[in-house]
C-alpha cells in the first residue's frame, strides 16, 4: 500500500503555544487528506478534511481556528494545534486518499501523540 | 454516526482461527464493507474489503452474508502480533469518492499464547 508519514512522532509543549505536524503522502499524489484524532481507549474522530489549495471542511464541534489545517501541495498537509492547553493532548492521524485502478483507497499515518503541559 | 455494530472485544488462541463478526443492517447496494485495524499507538492499517463477494489476501478472509446486513473477517491462523482493534466500516467506493472513513468502537481482539 501507500506510505503515509507525519512528522513528529510525539511532541511534548507548554500550554499556549502553538504546535504544527506534518502529513506527508511520500510515494502518491493525495486527492484528499483527513485528520484524525484519538483520545486513550477511544476511537478515531474525524476532525477535518483538506483538498489541496482550498479551505479544509470541519466537523460538527472541531473549532476551525483552534486546528488550523494547510493544504499546500498534493503531497503535504499540516495541522497546527493554536494556543494548545491540556485538554489538546491526544493522538492525532492523518490519512491521504489516492487513485489506485477504479477506485480511490485510504492509507493512514502512523500517528503523532501530542502532550501538552 | 458510524453504521456497524461489532463485539466490543473478543479472544483468540495463538495458532487458531479468529472469527470477528460485524453487522451492518443499514448498508446500502453500492457501500463496500472495509476492515482496518489499529495496533496499539500506531495508525490504522487496511486488511480487506469486500461489495458481496467472499475476498481473501495474504492477511485475512472477509466473509459477507447474501443479504450484505452481517459479515466477518477471518484471521486463519491468529498471532500474537494481530491483537489490536479491528474496525468494520461500510463506504462508498469510486472516484471523486466524498465519503468518509467514519470509525466505530471496533472489537478488540487479544490474542494469547
Known amino acids: 500500500g501507500a506510505v503515509v508519514s507525519q512528522h513528529p512522532s510525539r511532541v511534548i509543549c507548554k500550554s499556549g503555544t502553538s504546535v504544527k505536524i506534518e502529513c506527508r503522502s511520500l510515494d502518491f499524489q493525495a486527492t484528499t487528506m483527513f485528520w484524525y484524532r484519538q483520545f486513550p481507549k477511544q476511537s478515531l474522530m474525524l476532525m477535518a478534511t483538506s483538498n489541496e489549495g482550498s479551505k479544509a471542511t470541519y466537523e460538527q464541534g472541531v473549532e476551525k481556528d483552534k486546528f488550523l489545517i494547510n493544504h499546500a501541495s498534493l503531497t503535504l498537509s499540516t495541522l497546527t494545534v493554536t494556543s494548545a492547553h491540556p485538554e489538546d493532548s491526544s493522538f492525532y492521524i492523518c490519512?491521504?486518499?489516492?487513485?489506485?485502478?477504479?477506485?480511490?483507497?485510504?492509507?493512514f499515518g502512523p500517528g503523532t501523540r501530542l502532550t501538552v503541559l | 454516526d458510524a453504521k456497524t455494530t461489532q463485539p466490543p472485544s473478543m479472544d483468540c488462541a495463538e495458532g487458531r482461527a479468529a472469527n470477528l463478526p460485524c453487522n451492518h443492517s443499514t448498508i446500502s447496494g453500492n457501500e463496500y464493507v472495509y476492515w482496518y485495524r489499529q495496533i496499539h499507538s500506531q495508525g490504522p492499517q487496511y486488511i480487506i474489503h469486500g461489495l458481496k463477494n467472499n475476498e481473501t489476501n495474504e492477511m485475512a478472509s472477509l466473509i459477507i452474508t447474501e443479504d450484505r446486513k452481517s459479515s466477518t473477517l477471518i484471521l486463519p491462523h491468529a498471532t500474537l502480533r494481530d491483537t489490536a482493534v479491528y474496525y468494520c466500516i461500510v463506504l462508498l467506493r469510486g472516484y471523486y469518492n466524498t465519503d468518509k472513513l467514519i470509525f466505530g468502537t471496533g472489537t478488540r481482539l487479544q490474542v494469547f499464547p
Open positions: 490519512s491521504a486518499r489516492v487513485r489506485q485502478g477504479a477506485s480511490d483507497e485510504q492509507f
